[in-house]
């Protein structure tokens, strides 16, 4: 396992831990030092085929609604760490909070491209990091949807409340979603926000049939609640703090 801290354009640094696949959950925590969380918040998706309107509305969920209940509650934020789509909404958001709570990226290490890491892809074949993550976990895979499995027994070995976000999403969220409610955990669902999350939002909301048999299990779970994209951020505190808090 090997850990260094490397730096952004910004300036922001970020501790890396690129853990093996036997790594224990332990060892990986006890790497990153990251302050005992009192809950946890994952967050899956994407942000494919969204327009500006959906967009602006996601980012306003979280800047206001998901980023001020994780400094309330001293929540940790887990996601893919990624410059990209939900993942790069959720380190702007981080990046203009008062309170900035740690927000903790997990990765395939042969999908990533960094600079400062050594034997990661070329930036122009890898895929950059979020800059406003305070922690990432590279996982050895070469393939994205490699880190699920260590995302999630990371999560659990936190051993505190824990709430999963779906946005969007398609095969590798949606694998997210079941291992979370097969994990006990409750699992918000942005209806509105297309793919994945809309089809467990109608099978919910409207008894649509389910389309697979996993989210058949999703929604039989009975730990499914649903929270419009176009709904105010309040709205959203108010859920987040009953679902971590009740």
């Known amino acids: 396992m090997k850990k260094n801290t490397i730096t952004f354009g ?6 890396v831990v690129t853990a093996p696949g036997d790594a224990s959950a332990k060892a990986i925590l006890e790497a990153l030092g990251i302050r005992s969380p ?4 994952l ?5 494919a085929g969204l327009d500006d309107s959906r967009k602006a509305h996601l980012e306003a969920l979280f800047a206001d609604g998901v980023t001020p209940v994780a400094v309330e509650l001293g929540a940790l934020i887990i996601d893919g760490g990624t410059q990209s789509g939900v993942m790069a909404m959720m380190g702007q958001a981080i990046a203009r909070s008062p309170g900035t709570p740690q927000l903790l990226g997990i990765a395939p290490e042969g999908k990533i491209a960094h600079p400062e890491i050594s034997g990661a892809p ?5 895929t950059p990091l979020e800059p406003n993550h305070s922690h990432f976990v590279l996982v050895e895979s070469n393939e994205w949807g490699g880190e699920t499995e260590k995302m999630l027994e990371l999560a659990r070995a936190f051993n505190t409340p824990t709430v999963a976000i779906l946005v969007n999403g398609g095969a590798i969220p949606a694998d997210e ?5 097969r994990n006990a955990w409750q699992l918000l669902v942005i209806e509105g926000s297309g ?4 089809e467990v939002s109608a099978a919910v909301r409207n008894g649509q049939a389910a389309k697979s048999t996993e989210l058949s299990e999703i929604v039989r779970s009975g ?3 649903l929270f419009h994209v176009n709904d105010a951020a309040e709205k959203l505190r108010d859920e987040l703090r009953r679902m971590l808090c009740g």
Request: hydrophobic letters at 55%.
């Open 195 to 198: 793919r994945f999350a809309d």
């Open 10 to 15: 910004n300036g922001n640094r970020a501790v």
């Open 122 to 126: 070329a930036l122009s074949d890898g």
């Open 223 to 225: 730990r499914v609640a």
């Open 177 to 181: 979603a079941l291992q979370s409610v």
């Open 38 to 41: 009192r809950a946890v918040i």
């Open 43 to 47: 967050l899956f998706g994407g942000a």
